[in-house]
């Protein structure tokens, strides 16, 4: 119920015009963990595993034909059996994906929300990151 709520509150916010660029990033993949990610104990094997998913979401973001923005906000819509705060890795490795490129950089000037919302409707195993800005 709640992802139908967000949804439609972004549907209203690009018809008044609060933001006129968005993106929709589709990963139906394996999505590392925040814990995941922390169990490992040598920070090469943490970030060989970021550089993994960097290079997974620089292909989506391609893929998408991102352009550059101002501002963004990213909006996660997801389905797997990962806690909501488990999915903070791949909301953190997609902006640092963006940031320099379609960003200028992740501080709070320009990278302005992020929001996860478990969408049991989703297929299982997908993550649906919605970037939206100006």
Known sequence: MLSKIVRRLLSLLFTLGV???????????????????????????????????????????????VKPMRELSIVLFYSSR??????VCGCKFLSDAVKGKYLEDDSAKFYKALFMIHDSELPKGTYEYHLIGR
């Open 19 to 65: 933001y006129d660029k968005h993106y929709k990033l589709v990963w139906d993949g394996e999505m590392v963990s925040l814990n995941q990610l922390y169990s490992q104990k040598h920070w090469s094997a943490r970030s060989a595993m970021k550089n993994k998913y960097i290079k997974i979401f620089t292909t989506l973001l391609l893929q998408a034909k």
């Open 82 to 87: 990962m806690d909501v705060d488990n999915c």
